[in-house]
């Protein structure tokens, strides 16, 4: 259908339905005239007419009963589905799916549901926690979640916490009993908790940079956990030394249960962000993004 044929054929249902060329007009915010010289196109491309004309009232034509029996059902489902995007719009529904590794799951999401429930009550959140990079596309999710540094370049991004910076950390105990490492190079006669990265079995070697110079260090000790609340509790109980984003630990930090060093060997990179892959994005995910903007 041509955007005429639907003006047209709009024009057509008012005038039948109002009964009246002065109250279509005003109910579709034309003139009289305009409206009139709608009509009379559509009778012309027709080739029938399809209202019959008084000084006094408007009547159909049996062409026009025809037509409006036809015509009337699908305006109005073409006028609910309308509707039915501008309310999705004021009031978002569906679901919104997300894939986020599990640091961020406690810390940035968790704080997130309750309030963001009550303002969108209508959104299913389906939130997927996975240590592996996930290809978003692929598995059909709207969103993702991941450091800024392994973002891809055609991804659009909004960031959602601040600068991250790693933290090797021990208790007081371990310290007194085992002493403090001046580099990372002694690491190796230290006890160290090893994180295990779910997504391939392997290690993760611990990355050190300082005044532009890179250092990885295969960390050995008597724990080896992929559970962020393990590896903190194995520090704080004295099991050995970890190495996690600062942010995790800082409650422990700011208590006394942990101490830092080789902090001038930490290195920062970007925060998390929220990305998604086009500009045109669903209802629930833009209201969820209009969530954390506010």
Excluded at 153 to 181: C, N, T
Excluded at 258 to 276: A, C, I, N, T
Aim: proline fraction near 6%.
């Amino acid at each position: 259908m041509r955007g005429s044929d639907y003006t047209e054929l709009t024009a057509f249902v008012a005038v039948a339905t109002h009964k009246s060329f002065s109250r279509a007009a005003a109910h579709l915010r034309v003139s009289p005239p305009a409206l009139s010289q709608t009509i009379r196109r559509l009778e012309e491309r027709l080739g029938a007419r399809l209202l019959n004309r008084t000084t006094r009232s408007v009547s159909l034509s049996e062409a026009g009963e025809r037509l409006l029996a036809r015509a009337l059902p699908s305006m109005s489902e073409l006028e609910a589905a309308v509707a039915e995007v501008r309310e999705s719009r004021e009031r978002p529904s569906g679901s919104l799916r997300i894939n986020a590794p599990p640091v961020v799951a406690t810390r940035l999401l968790g704080p997130l549901l309750g309030p963001f429930h009550a303002a969108y009550p209508d959104i299913v959140l389906d939130i997927v926690i996975e240590e592996a990079l996930t290809d978003i596309v692929a598995g059909r999710f709207d969103a993702g979640i991941r450091l800024g540094e392994r973002l891809e370049k055609d991804m659009i991004a909004v960031r959602l916490d601040e600068e991250q910076e790693m933290a090797a950390v021990g208790s007081p105990e371990y310290f007194a009993r085992h002493g403090v490492p001046r580099t990372p190079r002694e690491l190796h006669k230290h006890r160290c908790i090893n994180w295990r990265w779910s997504a391939n079995g392997n290690l993760y070697r611990w990355e050190f940079e300082k005044n532009g110079k890179a250092l990885e260090v295969a960390a050995d000790g008597p724990l080896i956990v992929n559970d962020l609340s393990l590896l903190i509790q194995g520090a704080v109980d004295g099991v050995g030394l970890a190495y996690v984003l600062e942010q995790d630990v800082r409650p422990w930090l700011e208590a006394g249960r942990l101490k830092r060093v080789l902090k001038d060997w930490s290195p920062r990179f970007p925060g998390f962000h929220l990305y998604y892959p086009s500009r045109q994005v669903s209802a629930p995910l833009r209201a969820f993004l209009d969530f954390l903007r506010k």
